[in-house]
């Protein structure tokens, strides 16, 4: 073959390649984070969901704070406070997370204000890798609205009462260790940037600890 017959194949070659599709692809998970990792954020913002496929993407345990302080309350989360008085909320979840960070790195979803409750953040910022899902208020709206098992909001009220908890708590969200914007997207695609996120916060604070580029 000739010179001019390999060139004219090697332009052929890469604009078949240039003219292939290009698929989206999901970072390669190639680390365990250091520390227990823990999503917080206002109800609506994806904690659940995103919490159980990062687990899965982790290979590590998924727990639901509030799931835990109801087993161990024995009775629903919106009726703590009415069987066993003012600030047994708070301390409970204080209790229950407080146990969880002292188990094995899992992935942690806390409930809506538990980051807000100074002694609870503290906690959190020293114990874990604190994660911050912050949704905009459109996004907020649209999951919360018509939900019955929200019991901080008012039905016909959501819009005031999720503007009004963001301008109380998203001050105090922001002392998280990452924050990861959500949208009204794929879940996986969340992930995806939440992976990213966590990566990028090791690499900056644990120069020691292996992290692969493929991330």
Not at 23 to 47: A, D, E, I, Q
Not at 61 to 83: H, M, N, R, T, Y
Request: proline fraction near 6%; include cysteine.
């Amino acid at each position: 073959m000739s010179i001019g017959e390999e060139n004219r194949k090697d332009d052929s070659i890469s604009q078949t390649a240039s003219k292939a599709p290009l698929r989206p692809t999901s970072p390669m998970v190639s680390f365990v984070p250091p520390k227990p990792v823990v999503l917080v954020g206002l109800m609506g913002c994806g904690k659940t969901s995103i919490g159980k496929r990062l687990a899965k993407r982790f290979d590590l345990p998924f727990c639901d704070s509030d799931q835990e302080v109801e087993e161990a309350a024995g009775c629903a989360i919106c009726d703590i406070e009415a069987l066993f008085g003012d600030g047994s909320l708070q301390a409970g979840e204080y209790k229950v997370i407080a146990r969880l960070l002292t188990q094995q790195v899992q992935i942690i979803a806390t409930g809506c204000l538990s980051f807000t409750y100074e002694n609870t953040r503290n906690l959190i910022k020293e114990k874990s890798i604190s994660v911050w899902l912050k949704a905009d208020l459109p996004t907020l709206f649209a999951r919360v609205t018509g939900r019955k098992d929200r019991p901080l909001l008012e039905a016909g009220n959501e819009e005031e009462a999720l503007i009004g908890m963001m301008d109380q708590y998203y001050p105090l969200f922001a002392e998280s260790d990452v924050c990861v914007q959500t949208y009204d997207e794929p879940t996986n695609i969340t992930v995806d940037r939440v992976i990213i996120a966590i990566s990028d916060f090791i690499r900056s604070q644990y120069p020691d600890y292996h992290v692969l580029k493929s991330v």
